[in-house]
């Protein structure tokens, strides 16, 4: 009777999915997970629980200076005097578009965090989001809303590390938070993935809009299914969401994306071992390669794109990997390298012809490095940081494009951050960073009017975890 009820469950969601195949074999999957975990699982509670439920808090703070007295281009003169030719947008840049020597004090992000053990198999959390805008006045005011808030059922966990768990509600992205903990300075910089690349900069009349873009939103509302490996060699992500972030929650059609990730730890059996040897000896630090994680992730989607009347679809797809590995000195200091490598897929309904689309592919690659030098008196507090990124948002490079502005041809950028960082206690750190991004034309504008290809900051970044 049991397997005709599931027989009945499955064919009834199937008739429901609509005709996309790959979201249909993904919903159909995580359905069919929640029946078997529920038919092969009993309960776990304990009559002796008790729940349990911790506050913390994030705040990203600091100060940044305008090194070069420069900034990306915003206003052009469009008199007869400003003609030039050589110039990125046929005109030259009106000078004296900002303050000299500017600089401030900001706070970049804050959050609290609520998190509750509810049961032995059910946990929650729930994180609102600080940040700040520009309201219509130009004043920079603070909100917040709703970044996190889900719970998270865990149905299967066995003593070799094997586990499924399923979350509902507003969950991270399981590619940039998790790529953040091991690039380990998000108060620093984003990710890759994460960082607001600059993707267009449209000239109307005697003014520069620039337009800034991510490859996804950190956090969405939706369901995902966590599968890890047996000793944990591996943890395996499946989710699927509505698709246009946190920041949106609103927002409702009939379109959903889907992303699968993966991260995989092929170190994971022999580190456990060496730690359990290791505490024997009464060790508490591993010495060698104490970390190395491979992953990738595929999403699938239209990013808050919805119908299209035209007759072609919106389409948002993006795909990558990364690497990271660690290496524990002797007595005290470590290095850590890795690398993030993601790419685009966009494609948009063409205004010029039914059922065609345009498309944009986009790629980037990111290096990174931490040294902390093997110094026991330093105690590990200290740290130096490298980083580079590469990144195009457009790789058809047109080179018949004879059009001014930023286009196809000059669109790449690339950006450099070079720093210092010191942590008191686990609960704060800080330092200063040097970063300069790049472009392939003069879109940055001194204050003198004159033009370049570069933009420098100085930061002092704070971070408080508590």
Same mark, same amino acid.
């Given at each position: 009777?049991? @397997? ?7 064919? %009834? ?38 729940? !349990?439920?911790?506050? /913390?808090?994030? *705040? ?14 915003? $206003?052009?003169?469009? !008199?007869? +005097? /400003? ?13 004296? =578009? ?25 946990? +929650? ?40 768990? %399923?979350?509902?509600? *507003? ?36 003014? *520069? #809009?620039?337009? #800034?873009?991510?490859?996804? !939103?950190?956090?969405?509302? /939706? ?10 060699? +591996? ?24 992303? *699968? ?13 060496? #730690? ?6 009464? $060790? ?12 990738? @992730? ?13 007759? +072609?679809?919106? =389409? ?13 000195? $002797?007595?005290?200091?470590?290095? &850590?390298?890795?690398?993030? %490598? ?38 590990? $507090? ?30 790449? =950028? ?6 210092? @960082? ?10 200063? !960073?040097?970063?300069?991004? &790049? @472009?392939?034309?003069? %879109? ?23």
């Amino acid at each position: 009777m049991s @397997f005709l009820i599931i027989n009945i469950k499955i064919n %009834f969601v199937i008739l429901l999915i609509k005709k996309d195949a790959m979201k249909t074999i993904t919903v159909v999957f995580v359905f069919f997970l929640i029946i078997t975990a529920n038919s092969l699982l009993y309960s776990q509670d304990k009559d002796d629980f008790k729940p !349990s439920y911790t506050l /913390g808090g994030v *705040v990203f703070s600091g100060w940044h200076f305008n090194i070069d007295n420069a900034d990306f281009i915003s $206003k052009l003169d469009t !008199s007869a +005097a /400003g003609i030039d030719n050589n110039s990125a947008y046929g005109y030259k840049p009106t000078a004296n =578009q900002f303050e000299v020597s500017k600089n401030t004090f900001y706070i970049d992000r804050a959050y609290l965090d609520l998190k509750a053990v509810l049961s032995p198999q059910i946990k +929650a959390r729930l994180t609102p989001d600080f940040y700040s805008f520009t309201d219509g006045s130009g004043k920079t005011q603070y909100a917040y809303q709703i970044k996190f808030a889900y719970a998270e059922y865990t149905p299967l966990t066995t003593e070799n590390g094997t586990s499924l768990s %399923f979350t509902l509600g *507003v969950s991270p992205n399981q590619w940039a938070p998790n790529i953040d903990k091991y690039w380990g300075y998000r108060f620093v910089a984003r990710t890759l993935t994460d960082y607001p690349w600059v993707s267009a900069a449209v000239k109307s009349g005697n003014t *520069v #809009t620039k337009t #800034t873009s991510t490859y996804f !939103s950190t956090a969405d509302l /939706g369901l995902t299914a966590k599968f890890t490996l047996p000793d944990k060699y +591996a943890d395996l992500y499946v989710a699927v969401v509505n698709g246009n972030g946190f920041r949106n929650l609103n927002f409702d059609n009939r379109f959903k994306d889907v992303q *699968v990730t993966a991260y995989i730890y092929p170190l994971s059996k022999y580190l456990t071992k060496k #730690t359990e040897k290791y505490k024997k000896a009464g $060790k508490l630090r591993l010495d060698g390669i104490s970390d190395l994680t491979l992953g990738g @992730f595929y999403y699938l989607g239209k990013l808050d794109k919805g119908e299209n009347y035209a007759g +072609a679809q919106y =389409q948002r797809n993006r795909f990558g990997g990364m690497l990271s590995a660690k290496y524990n000195f $002797k007595k005290a200091g470590f290095v &850590k390298l890795g690398g993030e %490598f993601s790419v685009q897929k966009n494609e948009d309904p063409s205004t010029l012809t039914s059922y065609t689309s345009i498309t944009t592919d986009a790629r980037g690659v990111s290096a990174f490095m931490e040294f902390n030098p093997p110094v026991e008196s330093l105690k590990e $507090k200290l740290s130096f940081i490298a980083r580079y990124d590469v990144f195009d948002p457009n790789t058809t490079d047109d080179a018949m494009s004879s059009s001014k502005g930023f286009n196809n041809r000059n669109d790449q =950028q690339t950006l450099l951050i070079l720093g210092s @960082f010191y942590r008191p206690s686990k609960v704060l750190g800080f330092g200063l !960073s040097y970063q300069i991004t &790049k @472009f392939d034309g003069d %879109f940055i504008v001194k204050y003198d009017g004159t033009t370049s290809n570069s933009l420098s900051r100085l930061f002092f970044n704070t971070v408080l975890e508590f």
